[in-house]
């Protein structure tokens, strides 16, 4: 079965270090989606991306955090200079229709980000 | 208000019982609501979702949707161990280019 797959798994990190998330999503899906999880707490949209440009993005995804596909498999998350606060676990997810209309997210199995 | 709301504490419930969670949302405009299944330390994982007011059963989980009220459930039937999880339910904000919201989840133990 399909899946999307994220790299690397646990990273750690000191603060103000670059760090980069690599996500591999379903290759026929269209809509790709970062999201993290602070231990203990919700799901939160970071960003969505279609077409190769940013379609939305969240108050958390100030200029410290980008995203690029940069070939046809890979969409990556780059955090500038890690804060304390990034620490969280980060999901990729695809969509072949938009998400949220009647597309379905497919989660990868996150990246969970330590700064120290 | 949030967008998304599940406000139940940690629902405990016997092996084989029916265990109910709700969600309510605060976008009138929505029209897609999944229900996810968050096991500790993994990725959700969706397991139904539901665009018109009424039921919709799949195997042993029914959602229900009343978009007049606002509100998202979930059932799930014959509750079995291993449906030990934390629930999330995600709608999407018509108004922010359709992207999903998530609640914090409801968190499910079925006691053996």
């Known amino acids: 079965e399909p899946e999307v797959t994220q790299t690397p798994s646990h990273q750690v990190t000191q603060m103000g270090q670059e760090v980069i998330l690599r996500c591999v999503p379903i290759?026929?899906?269209?809509?790709f989606y970062w999201y993290r999880q602070i231990l203990g707490q919700k799901v939160e949209f970071l960003v969505s991306?279609?077409?190769?440009?940013?379609?939305?993005k969240s108050e958390i995804f100030d200029d410290q955090f980008s995203v690029e596909r940069p070939d046809g498999s890979n969409f990556t998350l780059k955090i500038r200079s890690t804060k304390l606060e990034d620490s969280a676990m980060y999901f990729c997810?695809?969509?072949?229709?938009?998400?949220?209309?009647?597309?379905?997210?497919?989660f990868g199995e996150g990246s969970r980000l330590t700064v120290l | 208000q949030k967008e998304v709301e599940q406000n139940s504490g940690p629902l405990s419930v016997p092996e084989g019982a029916i265990a109910s969670l709700n969600c309510t949302y605060s976008?009138?405009?929505?029209?897609?609501f999944f229900w996810y299944r968050q096991y500790s330390g993994k990725s959700p994982e969706l397991i139904m979702s539901?665009?018109?007011?009424g039921d919709k059963e799949d195997g042993r989980f029914t959602a229900q949707l009343n978009k007049a009220s606002q509100y998202v459930s979930l059932l799930i039937r014959d509750s079995q161990p291993s449906d030990s999880a934390t629930y999330l339910c995600?709608?999407?904000?018509?108004?922010?280019?359709?992207?999903?919201?998530f609640g914090k989840g409801n968190q499910v133990v079925v006691i053996p």
């Open positions: 290759s026929n899906h269209l809509y």
């Open positions: 539901i665009y018109s007011n």
């Open positions: 995600a709608v999407n904000i018509l108004s922010e280019n359709n992207r999903l919201a």
């Open positions: 997810a695809s969509s072949e229709y938009r998400a949220g209309n009647t597309g379905e997210l497919f």
């Open positions: 991306f279609y077409n190769n440009e940013i379609s939305e």
């Open positions: 976008d009138r405009g929505s029209q897609s």
